[in-house]
C-alpha cells in the first residue's frame, strides 16, 4: 500500500492513509461520512484489508445511524473579547479552587474555540483546553467543566471510577451534563 491509497470493499469506499502510529484506526469522518483507515507503517495491505472486513457489522450500522440521525455541530455565538476575558476570569478563579479540592495540579490552560467539547485535557502535558462557548452557560456548568476536566488529572478515562470522583463532588453531575448539552 502507498501512503494515501483509495479502495472499495462491500461497496463502500475507504480513504487508506499509512502513518506513524501504533495501531490500525477505523472511523467515519462526521464532515462527509467518508470511511477512513489510518494504518501504521509496518502493517501489511492484507493486514488491512482483513481489519476492514472484520470491522465491517460495524461500519454499516455507524453509516446507518448517521444516517438516520446526521450529526449536529454546536451551532457557536459569537462571543465578544468582553465576554472571553470574563470567562478567563471565572476559569483563572476556579481553576486553583479544584486543583486544590482534588489534589492535583494542571501546568497550564488556555480557551479556544471548540465546537464539539466543553473541555479537554491533556493528561502526559497537564494542559487543559476549555471552549469559549461555556461563556454562554450557567455558572454551575462552568465550574463543573473546570472540575471534570482536572479530574481527568486522576483518572484519565471516563470509566465508573472517573465518575465516582465528578459525584463526589458534584452529585447532580448528570443534571449538569444534560444542561450543558441541551
Request: aromatic share 10%; net charge positive; hydrophobic share 40%.
Amino acid at each position: 500500500m502507498l501512503l494515501k491509497k483509495t479502495f472499495e470493499i462491500d461497496g463502500l469506499k475507504i480513504e487508506a492513509e499509512r502513518k506513524r502510529v501504533r495501531n490500525v484506526r477505523l472511523y467515519i469522518s462526521s464532515k462527509d461520512q467518508q470511511i477512513h483507515l489510518t494504518v501504521p507503517f509496518y502493517a501489511s495491505e492484507k493486514f488491512a484489508l482483513e481489519f476492514v472486513n472484520n470491522n465491517m457489522k460495524w461500519l454499516r450500522k455507524t453509516l446507518e445511524k448517521i444516517k438516520d440521525n446526521p450529526p449536529v455541530l454546536q451551532n457557536l455565538p459569537q462571543i465578544s473579547k468582553e465576554e472571553i476575558e470574563k470567562l478567563k476570569h471565572l476559569i483563572s478563579s476556579m481553576v486553583p479552587v479544584w486543583e486544590f479540592r482534588l489534589g492535583v495540579n494542571a501546568k497550564a490552560w488556555k480557551l479556544r474555540k471548540m465546537k464539539s467539547r466543553w473541555g479537554t485535557c491533556d493528561i502526559k502535558t497537564k494542559k487543559i483546553t476549555f471552549s469559549t462557548g461555556l461563556i454562554k452557560k450557567p455558572l454551575r456548568c462552568i465550574e463543573y467543566v473546570v472540575a471534570h476536566e482536572l479530574a481527568h488529572l486522576i483518572i484519565a478515562d471516563h470509566s465508573a471510577r472517573f465518575y465516582a470522583v465528578i459525584a463526589k463532588h458534584f452529585p447532580y453531575w448528570k443534571e449538569i451534563r444534560k444542561e450543558l448539552n441541551g
